[in-house]
């Protein structure tokens, strides 16, 4: 993996804005009613990073020290307001839903977040990829968010007809609760899924066959019998032999 | 062993309540209610009832399974949440909806927080408030009976005449636990019999919102209006066996005085201020999240120390 392909993935899944490092809480929770809006939400904030990201960096040599808040603030500002006449000019009906909510990107913390801690002090191309990322990871996660609200709060998804025509939508997730209800259960599925501990896959571990295989430590050991190592090798050794239809009876 | 030099540690006298002695007696306490509301409005109030009891013990029995924790429906808390939340829902809901509901009350209230003893809000109502909030209108389709589909309350608050006669026996319309002032007084006898609840919430709860009434209705010491403000709604179910919930209710003495108060203040403002005729189960549960924060200014001064904790 290079770096740039590094920063992607880190934007994406390992310091995910939203479940991971929870940052930009205000328009996650706010805006993602409906997928459309989240994409949207979603979108417009990756446009915003990605061009402050790059400004900044360009920049970093340039902006004093003492007064760089004020000073990314300015480029972001400047961005916020190029987006939000080209939304009203070309996507009116998104820009009436997302309402104040693409005015106040100039306070997202991810963006002045990503500048102060990355921008401001990596190489132009490094920073855009960061931008990307974290953009395209903040984005994938509030489409996820507003189409899981959408689906259970209105029966549709992007605006389609998903659940049959006698599901009762359940109003309380397109509601302010049930943004909180998902986001909960996204940060926690997440959480599971990158704590789960990377399997250590050694050639010689590789190399036995597990139907066969004991370990080896355990021949000599007063207490193999309590201990979780010889259990565990026998459960996959017992799983293995039923795949292969011939277990049960030897055990 | 000899028992004469048999030593064990503290504590050394033990209470026989409990825990599933006192779910128990809650929901005996209960029945008084359960029979009333299903003979009240048929059998269909049975189903709701069935339908919120099986999904809230099957809920708590496949979490605490999947989960490989100790599985405690025998304690009947779940049980009793069910029974609560089934109390809680007009007679014509769906059975999904009770299905939904008991679901979310164990899961999302209790479960995911840690369990009985851990939830911060009464299960039973949190999922009452979001059953309300989702399905607006089901949640509120109360069945005719007498001349009236409207709840005494809506139609009290409409200016219409009420039979208090009738909110008192429980002849009216309403969910399937609330209607019934003398059923659900007869359990709350058993519970302070038996010492499962103490006056002090309860009492607070119902003389603070009678005085907040007389101050703010509008009609003054109005007999009529008085007697159908508090046998009306869920007054009566909040305050005597949902209010008094131990895990969600302060244990500071002084605590409990100020969680019955605030219980009847915000009752009266959600009723007479607020745009819907009823205000318990909102009033309940935004009483409950406030509950860590009173226990924690009003934890008593221990023995041989002086205010603030210092010894003297």
């Known amino acids: 993996m290079n770096k740039y392909s590094e920063r992607l993935y880190n934007g994406l899944i390992k310091e995910n804005p939203t479940t991971v490092m929870m940052l930009g809480m205000c328009p996650t929770l706010a805006t993602t009613t409906s997928a459309i809006n989240g994409l949207g939400m979603g979108l417009c904030t990756l ?7 790059v400004v900044i960096s360009l920049l970093r040599k340039i902006i004093p020290d003492e007064v760089r808040i004020p000073a990314f603030i300015v480029v972001i500002a400047s961005l916020v307001t190029i987006v939000q006449f080209l939304m009203e000019g070309y996507f009116p009906a998104l820009s009436q839903s997302l309402g104040v909510y693409i005015p106040l990107i100039v306070v997202n913390c991810i963006i002045l977040g990503r500048a102060e801690a990355y921008a401001s002090k990596h190489s132009v191309g490094l920073s855009m990829f960061d931008g990307i990322g974290m ?6 996660a509030l ?41 909960a259960i996204l940060i926690a599925v997440m959480t599971k899924i990158l704590s789960r ?55 | 062993m000899n028992d004469m030099i048999h030593v064990s540690s503290s504590p050394h006298v033990r209470s026989r309540m409990t825990t599933g002695r006192l779910m128990h007696l809650v929901i005996i306490a209960l029945l008084p209610t359960t029979i009333f509301g299903i003979y009240n409005f048929g059998a269909k109030a049975a189903v709701v009832l069935l339908s919120t009891i099986i999904s809230s013990v099957l ?20 049980l009793l949440t069910g029974l609560l939340l089934g109390l809680n829902l007009p007679s014509t809901a769906p059975w999904w909806v009770g299905v939904l509901g008991g679901v979310f009350a164990i899961l999302v209230v209790k479960q995911v927080f840690g369990g009985l003893g851990q939830n911060f809000m009464n299960p039973a109502l949190g999922a009452r408030c979001f059953l309300l909030i989702s399905f607006t209108s089901i949640m509120t389709n109360f069945p005719q009976i007498g001349d009236s589909a409207a709840t005494p309350l809506a139609a009290l608050k409409a200016g219409e005449a009420v039979n208090t006669r009738d909110m008192l026996l429980g002849f009216t319309s309403g969910t399937i636990g609330e209607t019934s002032t003398i059923a659900l007084l007869v359990g709350a006898i058993i519970l302070l019999w038996f ?27 109005d007999p009529t209006y008085i007697t159908a403000q508090l046998c009306g709604g ?35 403002l959600f009723r007479i201020f607020g745009s819907s005729a009823e205000g318990v189960s909102y009033a309940i549960i935004i009483s409950n999240v406030f509950v860590p924060l009173i226990e924690k200014y009003t934890i008593p001064r221990a023995f041989g120390y002086r205010k603030g904790g210092k010894k003297s």
């Open chain 2, 195 to 221: 010492e499962v609840i103490d006056i002090v919430i309860p009492g607070l709860y119902i003389l603070t919102f009678l005085i907040f009434i007389v101050i703010f209705g509008g009609h003054g010491l």
């Open chain 2, 59 to 78: 809920t708590e029995y496949i979490y605490q399974r999947a989960m490989k924790k100790t599985v405690t429906i025998s304690d009947g808390s779940a």
């Open chain 1, 47 to 53: 446009v915003v990073l990605v061009l402050s990201n």
């Open chain 2, 234 to 268: 869920g007054l009566m179910l909040g305050a005597w066996f949902m209010a008094t919930d131990y895990v969600t209710s302060p244990i500071t003495p002084k605590g409990r005085i100020i969680y019955g108060v605030m219980l009847g203040v915000l009752t009266g």
């Open chain 1, 197 to 251: 501990p990377k399997k250590v896959k050694t050639s010689e571990e590789s190399a036995h066959d597990p139907a066969t295989c004991e370990p080896a430590d355990c021949a000599g050991c007063a207490s193999k019998g309590s201990c979780g190592k010889q259990i565990f090798a026998e459960t996959v050794k017992a799983g293995v032999k039923d795949a292969q239809g011939n277990g049960g009876d030897e055990a």
């Open chain 1, 143 to 183: 489409t996820i968010l507003g189409a899981i609200r959408e689906l259970f709060g209105n029966g549709t998804i992007a605006g389609a007809q998903i659940m049959p025509k006698s599901y009762v939508p359940i109003s309380i997730f397109v509601l302010q609760p049930g943004a909180f209800f998902v986001l």
């Open chain 1, 135 to 140: 953009g395209l990871g903040f984005t994938i």
